[in-house]
């Protein structure tokens, strides 16, 4: 009994303790192929093909893998980068680590509860936080509604 509880991948346990974990063929049965390669296997969707780069209503952008909120509508904005950015997450939503894919330091950013890829965080954002949230659109739920 003990042994199954420890079993698994580090990743997979940490997850879990967040209280949302599947498993890979689940992941792949949940997920679109697209959504998929971008929150699994930390793949970046072509610029400029994102429906979400022009939705403009108030409401929140969640983990499209596991419906977490990550995003309010009040800090998006456009980046002219052909994805959807925003400054400032939400409240423990999101979770950071650096990435070496290009060489150079990049940080990558992801969701806090099923560790799904995100996409990168920047310091070239506009005010109050400087920060830009480049994100996959793919890798996103849009919910309308107030966010208050
Ligand atoms: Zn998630």
């Given at each position: 009994m003990?042994?199954?509880?420890?079993?698994?991948?580090?990743?997979?346990?940490?997850?879990?303790?967040?209280?949302?974990?599947?498993?890979?063929?689940?992941?792949?049965q949940k997920l679109s192929p697209?959504?998929?390669?971008?929150?699994?296997?930390?793949?970046?969707?072509?610029?400029?093909?994102?429906?979400?780069?022009?939705?403009?209503r108030r409401g929140r952008f969640a983990c499209a893998g596991c419906d977490l909120p990550l995003f309010a509508s009040e800090t998006k904005y456009d980046s002219g980068t052909g994805w959807p950015s925003f400054w400032q997450p939400l409240p423990h939503a999101?979770?950071?680590?650096?990435?070496?894919?290009?060489?150079?330091?990049r940080t990558e950013v992801h969701c806090l509860r099923c560790r799904g890829h995100l996409g990168h965080v920047f310091d070239d954002g506009p005010p109050p936080?400087?920060?830009?949230?480049?994100?996959?659109?793919?890798?996103?739920?849009?919910h309308p509604g107030t966010t208050a």
């Amino acid at each position: 009994m003990v042994a199954m509880l420890l079993g698994g991948t580090l990743a997979a346990g940490l997850a879990r303790a967040n209280g949302f974990a599947l498993d890979d063929a689940q992941w792949r049965q949940k997920l679109s192929p697209e959504a998929y390669r971008v929150l699994r296997q930390a793949g970046t969707e072509r610029p400029f093909t994102s429906p979400l780069l022009k939705e403009h209503r108030r409401g929140r952008f969640a983990c499209a893998g596991c419906d977490l909120p990550l995003f309010a509508s009040e800090t998006k904005y456009d980046s002219g980068t052909g994805w959807p950015s925003f400054w400032q997450p939400l409240p423990h939503a999101v979770a950071t680590h650096t990435d070496y894919e290009l060489g150079l330091p990049r940080t990558e950013v992801h969701c806090l509860r099923c560790r799904g890829h995100l996409g990168h965080v920047f310091d070239d954002g506009p005010p109050p936080t400087g920060k830009r949230y480049c994100m996959n659109g793919v890798a996103l739920a849009f919910h309308p509604g107030t966010t208050a």
